[in-house]
């Protein structure tokens, strides 16, 4: 006690310009999308910044060493056996413009078949009032079962296997102070619940949607504090002028807007072709056998 008054400097290592904590909510989310493809996503810096302002919270995975306790010679002796990685979890806001429901179905449509060739995309504005079902168990159990017969509908549902497995490169989690920031890398995620917003006519708040994810691995990038680019600095920073950068964010805003919202408030404008339709059926992903390509109709060469 009698040193650290003595020393009137002894504090100085509490003072807020010397090891400032970091806040919770100084940060933002990157995607990286499988460039393999891009056919399917939109993988542009302003699509990716459009849709990580519209991340709520994102919850970094937590890391656990599995690990064995064994004994030699009746000394305790604990034994590494592995590393796995929790689950992120993320929290996005739902906008009339629909960014984060396109993105997911354009997930769910990719992997699977179930959501596709449901519904026709309509005249304008109006909606398919019959959207096409499945087969009733009393049909699909009476047609013969062939191999690769037009009887049986190979595009009605299951799992879509393609090339590539994965939709999403990584996501990245910086968190900043002071313009410099350290970054998490999530490598391969893999969506495992999607859970919309519930209907509440008891609350006008925002409606969200919970996403959570599975990990193939994870690191952290290995520059601490590094100065953060422009482009960063424009979504984070209200005074920080950047030419042609966020205006072409805004301007690409405000075409994805015009899509949906017009002057007579939100409209239903955009088609999502991704999922195909009864007359325009988006059939699943050709599998090589061989040197021939396994498709709907038959193997061809």
């Given at each position: 006690?009698?040193?650290?008054?003595?020393?009137?400097?002894?504090?100085d290592?509490?003072?807020?310009?010397?090891?400032?904590?970091?806040?919770?909510?100084?940060?933002?989310?990157?995607f990286?999308?499988?460039?393999?493809?891009a056919?399917?996503?939109?993988?542009?810096?302003?699509?990716?910044?459009?849709?990580?302002t519209?991340?709520?919270?994102?919850?970094?995975?937590?890391?656990?060493?599995?690990?064995?306790?064994?004994?030699?010679?009746?000394?305790?002796?604990?034994?590494?056996t592995?590393?796995?990685?929790?689950?992120?979890?993320?929290?996005?806001?739902?906008?009339?413009?629909?960014?984060?429901?396109?993105?997911?179905?354009?997930?769910?449509?990719?992997?699977?078949?179930?959501?596709?060739?449901?519904?026709?995309?309509?005249?304008?504005?109006?909606?398919?009032?019959?959207?096409?079902?499945?087969?009733?168990?009393?049909?699909?159990?009476?047609?013969?079962?062939?191999?690769?017969?037009?009887?049986?509908?190979?595009?009605?549902?299951?799992?879509d296997?393609?090339?590539?497995?994965?939709?999403?490169?990584?996501?990245?989690?910086?968190?900043?102070?002071?313009?410099?920031?350290?970054?998490?890398?999530?490598?391969?995620?893999?969506?495992t619940?999607?859970?919309?917003?519930?209907?509440?006519?008891?609350?006008?708040?925002?409606?969200?949607f919970?996403?959570?994810?599975?990990?193939?691995?994870?690191?952290?990038?290995?520059?601490?504090?590094f100065?953060?680019?422009?482009?960063?600095l424009?979504?984070l920073?209200?005074n920080?002028?950047?030419?042609?950068?966020?205006?072409?964010?805004?301007?690409?805003?405000?075409?994805?807007?015009?899509?949906?919202?017009?002057?007579?408030?939100?409209?239903?404008?955009?088609?999502?072709?991704?999922?195909?339709?009864?007359?325009?059926?988006?059939?699943?992903?050709e599998?090589?056998?061989?040197?021939?390509?396994?498709?709907?109709?038959?193997?061809?060469?």
């Amino acid at each position: 006690m009698s040193t650290y008054f003595r020393n009137w400097r002894n504090a100085d290592r509490f003072k807020p310009n010397i090891t400032p904590p970091r806040q919770k909510f100084q940060g933002f989310v990157e995607f990286h999308f499988n460039p393999a493809i891009a056919e399917v996503i939109d993988n542009s810096s302003a699509f990716r910044s459009q849709i990580s302002t519209l991340v709520q919270t994102a919850k970094i995975p937590e890391i656990t060493f599995q690990t064995t306790v064994k004994r030699q010679y009746n000394h305790r002796r604990i034994v590494q056996t592995g590393v796995d990685y929790g689950p992120c979890s993320i929290t996005v806001v739902d906008t009339v413009a629909n960014e984060w429901l396109t993105l997911f179905m354009k997930y769910f449509a990719f992997q699977y078949n179930d959501p596709r060739n449901r519904t026709d995309t309509g005249n304008g504005n109006l909606r398919d009032p019959e959207p096409k079902q499945w087969e009733t168990n009393a049909i699909s159990t009476t047609k013969p079962s062939e191999f690769m017969a037009e009887s049986y509908n190979s595009n009605d549902a299951g799992l879509d296997i393609h090339n590539e497995t994965h939709f999403i490169d990584s996501i990245r989690i910086i968190n900043y102070h002071g313009g410099r920031g350290v970054e998490y890398i999530l490598f391969r995620p893999q969506i495992t619940s999607f859970t919309p917003e519930t209907l509440d006519y008891s609350d006008s708040g925002f409606r969200t949607f919970d996403i959570d994810f599975e990990i193939e691995s994870m690191t952290v990038n290995q520059k601490f504090n590094f100065e953060l680019e422009d482009t960063d600095l424009v979504r984070l920073e209200q005074n920080v002028s950047v030419d042609g950068i966020l205006s072409d964010l805004v301007d690409n805003w405000i075409e994805a807007g015009k899509e949906s919202v017009g002057i007579q408030g939100a409209k239903n404008t955009r088609n999502n072709q991704f999922l195909g339709s009864p007359a325009k059926a988006r059939n699943r992903a050709e599998q090589p056998i061989g040197g021939m390509q396994l498709t709907e109709k038959g193997p061809t060469a």
